[in-house]
Each structure stands twice: as structure tokens, then as C-alpha cells.
């Protein structure tokens, strides 16, 4: 297992084979980077809403 | 492939948040609600039963009666039943298990503490809403299994956790930072090398391999599954010796999870001293976040935001971790007369960082602005609460027996041992040194 993403290694495909088309068995984004840039957009929202909201 | 069910499922749950809002909303619930001493969140049951009722409702009606076509529409709408499901269970657990569990304990009486502030069972044992979620979502995945219809969106927990963490940073002023982070990178340093060094070590006397060695220190010094993940390219690690890393951290980390708040409970660690103790002995951040809030589950969150601190200094951590571990590999390897093919460290570490973390120090720029006022403060611990009940709930339904059984062999007997070694290690260093709030 060289280089590869963390996406790859997904214990449960590994047991029951290909469960997910896309993602894997922890989360539904490609890769673990494009998962954090999505929370950071979702952190950034919800910090707008606030501060619009409540200011 | 199209991912969206054709099942009533998720508006049948819409229509239940609906009817239950209305309920409470309408004062119907007033005896439930007085007898679990709900009074205080009555506007959030509300709230949050319409808001998500008309979403699975409506999303519910078109899954279950639209047609769907494959695609990235479809893949990512599918997913909102199963995020929905989790919140379901989130809110059951949140709203009616937790409260009853603490009222059948005070029922029981006190079993420490002084008539002045007496201590129940289900603050020493941390039945919470945090800790009861978790177990929850592992028993629907262990004993029910998780519905066809949820399965994509159970995998939307870590996002959760992730949004939570960063909007963690809105939390901490400059002072705050400055003072935890500088105790944290003192006890981190000392702990996450020191237990990688001895996994090394230990390694090499049980005469694992270097790939094996190499990528259970990381996990077991560093974060967990990122950074094992993050250390597997430099010392060339194949899948199973990452897979019984991954097993390793996650028997130990759950473990730990249910066990640390009751162990800072018996010894009545402060908020400080717990979260510093959970984020250096814990080995995996979700795991981190769920200690903590079993420890502290509502008020200001002072033992998450400690937590949190020592979590993200052991992720920057991380880029050091790997360099020495590309080092050590390449002079074992060569040292045993081997050939090693290069590869690029610094790609990898560039590759592998959790922006998340990056997201978190953006946040805590942001409010040492003074963007966010006082009065926003309450509305962001909301929001986190709900943000961490999902993602542990969700991470609940992810911790299958079937995940927990790759742990095995040498690598779970040498990260047991270092693992328990730090954590001891760690609260006799909280303990002795450790003083303060936050």
C-alpha cells in the first residue's frame, strides 16, 4: 500500500468488499482534503449566519 | 449506480419532528417535559422539530414518490435521509433518553460527594447525551443494522465533527490560546514523541517489520487514523498493517472514550485538567471530542476547548512525525542491506495535513477581531453541541464489531502497551502539574 489516499483504506470494504461507488465507508467525499474544505465552507456559513442573525 | 431509495422512511421521521414540535410547541408535552426538566430547551425542541420536519417532509416526498437518475445530484441529495436519521437519533437520545437516565439516577440518590453538592451515578459513569448517543448509534449498527435507506448519509458524521472543530475557534480568546498552547506543546511534545520512540523501539525488539513499526507510531503518537494514514507512503506500508493500525486505535480509543471520563470524575479532575488529559492520552481526535463532552456536556465547553487545543498541536505535530519517520525508515532499511525507493516527504506532508486544522486557526483569527461579540457566543455553543451530538452519534454507527475485530496481534499488543503507558503517564503529569481554569 504505497501512496495511496486515505479514502482507500476503508475497513469495511475491505471485509464485505465494494460497498461504496464514491467515497468510502467513513465519509461521502472523494478524498479527506475536499471533506475538510466543505466543513471549513460549512464552519464559515453557519459564522455568517450568526453574525448576520444575531449582530 | 442511483443511491436514492424509494422508501417512506425519511418522510414518515419529517412528519414525527413535525407532530412533535407542534406538541411541545402547543404545551401538549408539559407533564414529559416538566418530568425530565426540559423547560430550559423547549424552544430548541421546537425550533429544530419544525426545521427539520419540513425537511424530510419535503425531501422525503420527492425520494420516496420522484424519480431519480444517476448522478451527482442524486448521490449527494441521497444522502440527507441518512443525515436526518442520525439527527433523529441524536435528538431521542438528546431530548428524552439522557434526561431520563439522569432522572432515574437521582431517583437511586447520591452515591459521593456532600449534601451541599451531591454526585449521582450518571455523572460518575458520564450517561450524557454524548456518551448514550455513541452507545446508541452502536447498537443501531451492531444489533439493527443501519437502513438501506441511511447508509449513504451515515458517512456525513465526520463532516459534522470537522465543522465543529472549526467553529471551535470561535470560542477561544488570545489569552486562552496563549496559555493552553503553550502547556500543550510542552506535554504534547514530550508524549507524542516519546510514545512514537517507544513504539519504535519496542517494535524493533518484538521484531516487527519497519513498515508496520513506522506506521503504528504515528498512530498511536500522533492522531490516530490521519496520521497513520499520513505516515504509510514514507515507510511503504501495505493495507493490512495500516488496517491493523486503524483496529488498534479504534479498540483502544473506544475504550478510552468510556473510560476517562469516568476515571476524571472519581479523581474530580477540573475541566482544564481533564481536557489536557483526554487530548494527550486519546489517540484519535472524534475520540478526543467525545471524552471531553461526556466530561463536560453542556455550559461553556471548557473541557472540549482544551481538548481541542491539545488535539490540534498533536496534528502540527504531524509534518515532524513524518520527516523522522522517512529518516528512520530509510536507515533501517539500509542498515538491514535493503534498497529503498525514494519518495517525496514534503509532497506527502503537503498532501496529508488536515486543512481542517487550518480551518480552525482562521476561525480563531477571525474572533480575535472582535467580529464576533458576546452576545453570539451562546448561539456558536449551540450550534457546536448539535454539531459534535451529530458526528459522535454518526461515529457511533461507524464503530462495527466487524472494524474493531482487525485489530489483533503484535500491533495491538505493542500500541495497547504504549497506548495505556501514555495515558497513566500523561494523568500523573496533568495531576501533578496542571493547575487553573480557562
Same mark, same amino acid.
Given at each position: 500500500m504505497i501512496d495511496k489516499k486515505s479514502q482507500d483504506i476503508d475497513l469495511q470494504t475491505?471485509? @464485505?468488499?465494494?460497498?461504496?461507488? *464514491?467515497? @468510502?465507508?467513513? @465519509?461521502?467525499?472523494?478524498?479527506? *482534503?475536499?471533506?475538510?474544505f466543505i466543513a471549513l465552507a460549512c464552519a464559515l456559513v453557519i459564522a455568517l449566519g450568526v453574525y448576520i442573525l444575531i449582530k | 449506480m442511483v443511491y436514492t431509495r424509494k422508501h417512506p422512511a425519511l418522510l414518515i421521521i419529517g412528519v414525527v419532528l413535525l407532530a412533535h414540535g407542534f406538541l411541545i410547541a402547543g404545551g401538549y408535552m408539559g407533564g414529559v417535559v416538566k418530568y425530565l426538566s426540559l423547560t430550559r430547551v423547549v424552544n430548541e425542541m421546537t425550533t429544530l422539530s419544525y426545521i427539520f420536519g419540513a425537511i424530510a417532509v419535503i425531501v422525503g416526498l420527492w425520494q420516496w414518490l420522484g424519480s431519480h437518475r444517476e448522478g451527482n445530484f442524486d448521490y449527494y441529495s441521497s444522502t440527507i435521509a441518512g443525515g436526518v436519521f442520525i439527527l433523529f437519533v441524536a435528538m431521542i437520545v438528546k431530548w428524552y433518553l439522557a434526561p431520563e437516565v439522569a432522572v432515574l439516577s437521582? !431517583? =437511586?440518590g447520591p452515591i459521593a460527594g456532600t449534601a451541599a453538592k451531591p454526585t449521582y451515578l450518571h455523572t460518575v459513569l458520564g450517561l450524557n447525551y454524548v456518551v448514550l448517543? =455513541? %452507545? !446508541?448509534?452502536?447498537?443501531? %449498527?451492531?444489533?439493527?443494522?443501519i437502513p438501506d435507506w441511511a447508509q449513504n448519509g451515515v458517512r456525513l458524521s465526520r463532516l459534522g465533527l470537522k465543522t465543529g472543530v472549526i467553529l471551535l475557534g470561535t470560542l477561544y480568546s488570545l489569552k486562552e490560546l496563549a496559555k493552553l498552547g503553550q502547556l500543550s506543546v510542552v506535554m504534547i511534545g514530550f508524549f507524542v514523541l516519546g510514545s512514537a520512540w517507544l513504539v519504535l523501539l519496542i517494535g524493533a525488539q518484538r521484531? =516487527?517489520?519497519n513498515s508496520m513499526?513506522? %506506521?503504528? !507510531? !504515528?498512530g498511536v503518537g500522533v492522531c490516530g487514523v490521519s496520521a497513520a494514514v499520513a505516515a504509510a507512503p514514507v515507510v511503504k506500508a501495505r493495507s493490512d498493517e495500516i488496517a491493523y493500525t486503524i483496529g488498534t486505535i479504534l479498540v483502544f480509543g473506544v475504550i478510552c472514550m468510556f473510560l476517562f471520563p469516568v476515571v476524571g470524575h472519581s479523581l474530580g479532575m477540573s475541566y482544564v485538567q481533564f481536557g489536557?488529559?483526554?487530548g494527550t492520552g486519546i489517540l484519535n481526535s472524534a475520540q478526543v471530542a467525545g471524552a471531553a463532552l461526556a466530561f463536560q456536556p453542556t455550559g461553556d465547553l471548557e473541557t472540549l476547548k482544551v481538548g481541542e487545543i491539545f488535539n490540534i498541536t498533536r496534528v502540527l505535530f504531524l509534518p515532524i512525525i513524518v520527516l523522522w519517520l522517512a529518516v528512520w525508515y530509510v536507515r533501517r532499511e539500509t542498515a538491514a542491506g535493503g534498497t529503498v525507493e525514494q519518495v517525496n516527504t514534503g509532497r506527502?506532508?503537503?498532501e496529508k495535513f488536515p486543512i481542517f486544522v487550518l480551518g480552525f486557526i482562521l476561525m480563531f483569527a477571525l474572533a480575535s477581531t472582535g467580529a464576533f461579540t458576546s452576545k453570539m457566543i451562546p448561539y456558536f455553543r449551540d450550534w457546536l453541541t448539535w454539531l459534535f451530538a451529530f458526528g459522535l452519534t454518526g461515529l457511533g454507527m461507524q464503530i462495527t464489531l466487524a472494524a474493531m475485530r482487525q485489530a489483533g496481534g503484535e500491533p495491538l499488543v505493542i500500541g495497547s502497551v504504549v497506548g495505556i503507558l501514555k495515558a497513566v503517564l500523561s494523568l500523573i503529569v496533568v495531576l501533578l502539574f496542571v493547575r487553573g481554569t480557562i
Open positions: 475491505t471485509e @464485505s468488499g465494494f460497498k461504496y461507488h *464514491r467515497g @468510502s465507508a467513513l @465519509s461521502i467525499f472523494k478524498t479527506d *482534503r475536499y471533506e475538510d | 437521582r !431517583a =437511586i448517543g =455513541i %452507545v !446508541a448509534g452502536m447498537i443501531t %449498527v451492531n444489533v439493527f443494522k521484531k =516487527i517489520s513499526g513506522g %506506521v503504528l !507510531a !504515528a489536557a488529559w483526554a506527502i506532508i503537503i
